[in-house]
């Protein structure tokens, strides 16, 4: 049986339709709108997809933007399932003081990055950093268990932030410099190089506490701008929420 699996960020909503609940299976299909657009996607986006049979999702965006997703999805008789984080699951394991308060996108990131991590080959830490309209960097220790992690403003934030508490950084959007001679660059390096450096100094705590090189993986929106600039080794998955949902949609929907 088909299954739809949704992420709402707070800047989009992301969707994929998967053959079956079950790791590994095969996309259909896939797309993302602005949250500005949702109410169009029963129209629109959804409207000539093979029938979904079960859905899983993750709504970090709030109760309103959630509402309307499950308005669209009144298109199909499907009961919408949204993930909330727990003190254990799918082999990770929550360090968070309050476990439900972590970001059910945060959670199911590290799922999906901890199945990862032990496909291919002996575990080891992990560096799971999404770069949307926040930044997370969440470590995760060899066993699976979740450390912690920091929350930092993206891209859009950064900037947004900068030009609104200023009076003298409206400017056009500039490069990536080392060594930035004019206001625009200034900018995007300054915000390029926190997010980075930030993601260097947690992969350092992480090293330190285990004792073991950590594996970075990278996802979310933006992480293709900050890719140039990791100097460390990484990979980039935009599917990583998606998998965490693959598999906890394997344990909730055993029989497809
Ligand atoms: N099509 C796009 N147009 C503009 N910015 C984009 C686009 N796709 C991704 N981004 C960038 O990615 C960020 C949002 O990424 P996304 O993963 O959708 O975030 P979220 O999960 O918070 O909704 C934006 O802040 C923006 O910098
Ligand atoms: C940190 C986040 C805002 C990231 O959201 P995003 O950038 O994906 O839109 C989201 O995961 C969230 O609201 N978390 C709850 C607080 C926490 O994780 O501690
Ligand atoms: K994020």
Same mark, same amino acid.
């Given at each position: $049986?088909?299954?739809?699996?949704?992420?709402i %960020?707070?800047?989009?909503?992301?969707?994929?339709?998967?053959?079956? !609940?079950?790791?590994?299976?095969?996309?259909?299909?896939?797309?993302?709108? *602005?949250?500005? +657009?949702?109410?169009?996607?029963?129209?629109?986006? /959804? +409207? =000539?997809l093979?029938?979904?049979?079960?859905?899983?999702?993750?709504a970090?965006?709030?109760?309103?933007?959630?509402?309307? =997703?499950?308005?669209?999805?009144? #298109?199909?008789? #499907?009961?919408?399932?949204?993930?909330?984080?727990?003190?254990?699951?799918?082999?990770?394991?929550?360090?968070?003081?309050?476990? =439900?308060?972590?970001?059910?996108?945060? /959670?199911?990131? $590290?799922?999906?990055?901890r199945?990862?991590v032990?496909? +291919?080959?002996?575990?080891?830490p992990?560096?799971?950093v999404?770069?949307?309209?926040?930044?997370?960097?969440?470590? $995760?220790? @060899?066993?699976?268990? *979740?450390? %912690?992690?920091l929350?930092?403003p993206?891209?859009?934030?950064?900037?947004?932030?900068?030009?609104?508490?200023? @009076?003298?950084?409206?400017?056009p959007?500039?490069?990536?410099?080392?060594?930035p001679?004019?206001?625009?660059?200034?900018?995007m390096?300054?915000g390029?190089?926190?997010?980075?450096? @930030?993601?260097?100094?947690?992969?350092?705590?992480?090293?330190?506490?285990?004792?073991?090189e950590?594996?970075?993986? $990278? %996802?979310? %929106?933006? +992480?293709?701008? #900050?890719?140039?600039?990791?100097?460390?080794? *990484?990979e980039?998955?935009?599917?990583?929420?998606f998998?965490?949902?693959?598999?906890?949609? @394997?344990?909730? *929907? !055993?029989?497809?």
């Open positions: $049986m088909s299954f739809l699996v949704i992420d %960020g707070n800047t989009r909503l992301k969707w994929g339709l998967y053959e079956a !609940p079950r790791p590994g299976a095969d996309l259909i299909a896939q797309g993302a709108v *602005f949250l500005e +657009a949702i109410d169009r996607l029963s129209d629109e986006g /959804w +409207a =000539a093979p029938v979904p049979g079960r859905m899983l999702g993750c970090v965006a709030g109760q309103g933007v959630r509402r309307r =997703a499950e308005e669209q999805l009144e #298109l199909w008789d #499907l009961t919408p399932r949204w993930v909330v984080s727990q003190p254990q699951d799918a082999g990770v394991t929550n360090g968070y003081e309050h476990p =439900a308060r972590l970001g059910s996108d945060r /959670w199911l990131a $590290m799922i999906g990055a199945a990862r032990l496909a +291919a080959g002996p575990a080891r992990a560096l799971v999404m770069v949307g309209t926040a930044v997370t960097v969440d470590a $995760m220790d @060899a066993d699976g268990r *979740f450390l %912690g992690g929350i930092l993206g891209f859009g934030l950064m900037l947004q932030a900068l030009e609104s508490g200023t @009076a003298g950084l409206k400017v959007t500039g490069e990536v410099r080392e060594f001679t004019n206001t625009s660059d200034a900018l390096s300054g390029t190089y926190g997010i980075a450096g @930030a993601i260097e100094r947690m992969h350092r705590h992480l090293l330190r506490r285990c004792g073991a950590p594996v970075l993986l $990278m %996802g979310g %929106g933006a +992480a293709v701008k #900050l890719a140039p600039e990791t100097d460390l080794p *990484f980039l998955v935009d599917t990583l929420i998998e965490g949902l693959l598999r906890l949609g @394997a344990q909730e *929907f !055993p029989d497809g």
